[in-house]
């Protein structure tokens, strides 16, 4: 069994600034990491995932995020905002050579980019 | 645009009603899935499609009937639902090994 904990529900910050939305996991197993955005009135979009290889991992929209085992955490940056940023993220984790339906979504973090 | 698309993109419905959400790609993935997001809750998974077989059904009401005729198309079929039905209907489909999910952009659902 897993589960994912994003640590806050709203991220407000301003535009141009640096922003970092935490995810935490717990797994008895390895796992593969991914962060989703949903924009307003949309579904859920790729952001970037980490599957092996480099611990750092880049996605679109100038988003970045850092697997770290050992504290269990992967963690999503992007050094300077836009308003356009403005949605709801999504960590989540799926196992390794999983069968379909195993992933595991946090509740979600609200980032909200003011001018 | 993620390739996997949903009709209708709203649908008012009665409680006596019967409709149907579709979900369509063409993506050549193997599995699909029903999401229910309600407002202030965590994403719930509902149904989960294998090779067209069901494999997880998470407790959901008999009111919800999902059907999947082939590897492209997945349905929900909606009959006699309640006020807290109301919600955003999100449809996702995924290639074989990492379970990386492609969601449609959701079907919003309110029920009078």
């Known amino acids: 069994a897993q589960s994912v904990t994003q640590l806050d529900s709203q991220v407000p910050v301003f535009e141009e600034a640096p922003v970092e939305l935490r995810c935490n996991y717990s797994s008895s197993v390895s796992v593969y990491l991914f962060w989703y955005v949903q924009y307003p009135n949309q579904g859920l979009q790729l952001l970037l995932k980490y599957l092996s290889g480099s611990t750092l991992v880049k996605g679109i929209n100038g988003f970045e995020a850092e697997f770290n085992k050992s504290q269990t955490s992967f963690h999503l940056r992007k050094p300077s905002v836009h308003i356009s940023d403005t949605a709801e993220y999504f960590c989540?984790?799926?196992?390794?050579?999983?069968?379909?339906?195993?992933?595991?979504f946090g509740d979600g973090t609200t980032l909200t980019v003011k001018p | 645009e993620t390739g996997v698309t949903q009709t209708p993109r709203h649908l008012v419905m009665g409680m006596t009603n019967k409709k149907s959400l579709k979900c369509e790609q063409h993506?050549?993935?193997?599995?699909m899935y029903w999401y229910k997001q309600s407002a202030k809750k965590p994403l719930e998974l509902m149904f989960v499609y294998s090779l067209e077989e069901r494999v997880e059904n998470n407790s959901v009401p008999s009111r919800f009937s999902p059907e999947c005729p082939n590897s492209s198309h997945l349905f929900l079929h909606l009959h006699t639902l309640q006020p807290e039905d109301s919600a955003l209907y999100l449809c996702a489909s995924s290639p074989p090994g990492t379970d990386t999910q492609y969601f449609g952009p959701g079907t919003r659902l309110t029920v009078l």
């Open positions: 993506l050549g993935h193997n599995a």
């Open positions: 989540a984790v799926s196992p390794f050579n999983t069968n379909a339906g195993k992933s595991t």
